[in-house]
């Protein structure tokens, strides 16, 4: 199989969305007085998670826009009526936080770096072209991807096959010569592979690969397993 590209995801991928997203809503809940500084912080954090995935389904589903989808996620945290201007600017108090702690995975750059020559790069992301596109740029990345492809302008997500599809079309390759590489082990790489891509699963955080999916546990993994994808070699890498 010879792979040309490759591409990539962000959220939790190249970027620590989870990281930013904890300590920013943590110091944003902080602020607005709404975190009890004697009790754990776990269950403050499963509601805004379980909002966030639910507002974040209906913007993938194409029943809401972005800046919807976050007024949503404040009203649904809150749980109280709010206008849209009320509500754009609680999150956006929020999103202050959250961009602060932005950043790169330590193995991102060191990973980019060795794979600059070999192959080219895309961006695959299901969140919006504005966002990722100003992301990547503050990250310092963005002049390492030939093209961002995100699902509100593609009026597709991952893991449909035209997402896939799309992206691979940008970049004028056939999909079984393309990676994808992502977090996610369904969205990600099960769906790059329903395509017609290679998939990669990305898991940062240790859990256990069902038979068939080429798994790494860090980017520091992905040379190996390319080589694993050339050679038809089945086994996981090392």
């Known amino acids: 199989m010879a792979i040309r590209a490759i591409l990539w995801d962000v959220d939790d991928t190249l970027f620590d ?18 975190l009890d500084g004697d009790a754990s ?6 509601r805004w998670q379980a909002v966030m995935e639910e507002q974040f389904a209906l913007f993938l589903a194409g029943e ?4 919807d989808h976050r007024r949503g996620r404040a009203r649904g945290f809150l749980g109280i009526e709010m206008s849209d201007a009320e509500a754009d600017a609680w999150f956006n108090r929020y999103i202050a936080h959250y961009e602060a702690a932005w950043c ?12 600059r020559d070999g192959y080219r790069h895309g961006v695959l992301s299901n969140s919006s072209a504005h966002n990722q596109e100003r992301k990547l740029r503050r990250l310092g990345i963005r002049d390492r991807f030939e093209v961002l492809l995100c699902a509100d302008e593609l009026g597709c997500a991952k893991p449909a096959p035209e997402a896939f599809l799309a992206a691979c079309a940008a970049m004028d390759l056939p999909p079984h010569e393309v990676v994808y590489v992502g977090d996610q082990l369904t969205t990600d790489a099960q769906g790059a592979v329903a395509a017609g891509l290679a998939g990669v699963w990305l898991d940062r955080r240790g859990q256990d690969a069902p038979e068939g999916v080429l798994c790494i546990k860090g980017l520091h993994e992905l040379q190996q397993a390319l080589r694993t994808l050339l050679s038809h070699e089945p086994r996981q890498p090392h």
């Open 17 to 34: 969305y989870t990281g930013a997203d904890r300590t920013g809503v943590l110091r944003h809940l902080a602020e607005e007085g709404l």
């Open 41 to 46: 912080p776990a269950p403050v954090l499963e």
């Open 64 to 67: 809401l826009g972005f800046h």
């Open 104 to 115: 790169l995975f330590p193995d991102v750059l060191p990973a980019l770096d060795a794979l």
